[in-house]
């Protein structure tokens, strides 16, 4: 079993940045993919970036180049730096966890474990 929970979530302008942390609780962290996912409510959940066990790393095609993901196992910890950010970034980010395995990064109906989620808000 795997719990997380998210944070660094909040209010800022287009262009600013903000930092967003997952804590995760067990011993096998380091055996997990991990990946960040955003949703707004009506609508369906986009992919936003996610990194591999061994620490490969894939990104959506609207946040490629702004946002990059990091994990610090020793931790237990996963991060996504937003930086330059877009009105168009606004919803609530869930990180999620799957044991490791050869399934694209991007693909959510393999994941296992869920967040609550942290609300991100960017205003023009």
């Known amino acids: 079993q795997v719990a997380l929970v998210e944070s660094g979530g909040g209010s800022v302008q287009a262009g600013g940045s903000l930092r967003l942390s997952c804590a995760a609780s067990?011993?096998?962290?380091?055996?997990?993919?991990v990946a960040w996912f955003r949703q707004n409510p009506g609508e369906g959940r986009e992919f936003v970036a996610g990194?591999?066990?061994?620490?490969?790393?894939d990104y959506g095609d609207s946040v490629k180049g702004r946002f990059s993901i990091s994990r610090d196992n020793a931790q237990n910890m996963m991060y996504l730096q937003m930086n330059s950010l877009k009105p168009e970034d606004t919803a609530v980010y869930h990180c999620?966890?799957?044991?490791?395995?050869?399934?694209?990064?991007?693909?959510?109906?393999?994941?296992?474990?869920w967040g609550q989620g942290t609300p991100v808000t960017v205003s023009s």
């Open positions: 990194i591999r066990s061994d620490g490969g790393t």
């Open positions: 999620a966890a799957r044991l490791k395995m050869i399934r694209p990064l991007n693909a959510g109906r393999f994941y296992n474990y």
């Open positions: 067990g011993r096998t962290f380091s055996r997990h993919d």
